[in-house]
């Protein structure tokens, strides 16, 4: 929360006042100079250990499930308070959580047993809008991030065998797809893409027509209407971000040899947070967050945190991040500081 500096007349009204619940303190060492210190509040150990944490719910608050007293139970936590809030308790196991990028809906999965999953629709007021269960083993779910009424759900089960399916809320009808990879992603409102052996594919539900958008591709990270591709390239794996037509925005080299990207965050249309790994020896590893605008670097962030997962708050300053998302990253300055003790 950012605190509004008041003009001198209001300055009396301000004297005593407690920074309770302020997580931006102002410093003013030097009178001409005024700079802010990044100090979220932090999540006590009294309050739980926390099994897995679900990302940014808003600009303050994060998402995480902890258990308790027989109960899996879904969390928030304010940064800027310190406040804590149980928004959903079940006696089942709470395996996964997803937040819309919308920011206004949330989908749990739970299981009560080890051959099927239910899948639970849920709004900002904890309201089940719907659920479906589904038979599987392990289950994978991508949520369209333009229309929140269609999934993608990959059940597998025990031989590894999988059927891909398409969920339309609204209708309530869940239908088979013909694809032969088990982790297709949304690309726009109606369209999936996927790696067929190394060419990348697009496919449109309601014409049922399929294109090749781009040839020798290694990973696919996507996000609403663009996507970034990496391919082998003959010294330096090569990157490229296009648009929902296959066409080039911008591309760019890695660094070094070794380096792969683990996780992809798209802030906007023109900018992206990276997670990087690079193999320094056999023992060791060096996990970086890039900022790319346009393919440019604009920041490189040597962290201590661990590398993997990328979460970015709503207004885009901040990033949790590492294998746990235990640590906040903030894009401005570079700084970083666990949010749970």
Not at 78 to 105: R, Y
Not at 109 to 132: F, G, P, Q, R, S
Not at 234 to 248: C, M, T
Request: aromatic content about 8%; hydrophobic content about 35%; charged content about 30%.
């Amino acid at each position: 929360m950012k605190r509004t500096i008041l003009m001198i007349s209001l300055s009396l009204f301000l004297v005593g006042c407690e920074q309770t619940e302020t997580e931006r303190h102002v410093e003013t060492d030097n009178p001409g100079i005024v700079k802010e210190v990044f100090a979220p509040k932090k999540l006590p150990r009294a309050e739980g250990e926390i099994r897995f944490v679900a990302g940014w719910w808003d600009e303050e608050q994060i998402l995480y499930i902890d258990h308790q007293e027989g109960l899996d139970r879904l969390r928030s936590f304010n940064i800027a308070t310190g406040n804590v809030h149980t928004m959903f308790t079940d006696q089942a196991a709470i395996s996964e959580v997803l937040i819309h990028p919308s920011k206004e809906q949330v989908l749990i999965k739970t299981a009560n047993h080890a051959t099927e999953a239910n899948i639970a629709i849920l709004d900002k007021d904890m309201k089940i809008l719907d659920e479906v269960t589904v038979e599987s083993s392990e289950l994978e779910i991508q949520w369209n991030a333009v229309d929140s009424n269609q999934l993608l759900i990959s059940a597998f089960q025990e031989d590894w065998s999988f059927q891909v399916m398409h969920y339309d809320i609204n209708e309530r009808r869940i239908q088979p797809i013909e694809v032969d990879n088990p982790f297709p992603k949304w690309l726009g409102k109606d369209q999936i893409v996927y790696l067929d052996d190394s060419e990348l594919i697009k496919e449109t539900f309601e014409k049922k027509e399929k294109e090749v958008l781009a040839a020798d591709t290694e990973e696919l990270h996507n996000s609403a209407g663009q996507l970034l591709v990496e391919s082998a390239g003959e010294d330096h794996k090569e990157y490229a971000v296009l648009d929902s037509d296959g066409e080039e925005k911008y591309s760019w080299q890695a660094e070094t040899s070794s380096e792969t990207i683990e996780d992809v965050e798209f802030i906007d249309e023109d900018n992206i947070i990276m997670s990087t790994r690079e193999e320094i020896s056999d023992d060791d590893q060096s996990a970086v967050f890039i900022h790319r605008q346009e393919g440019q670097e604009v920041k490189r962030y040597e962290t201590t945190a661990e590398g993997g997962m990328i979460d970015c708050s709503p207004d885009g300053n901040s990033c949790l991040v590492g294998y746990s998302l235990d640590t906040i990253l903030q894009l401005d300055t570079g700084e970083t500081m666990k949010w749970t003790e």
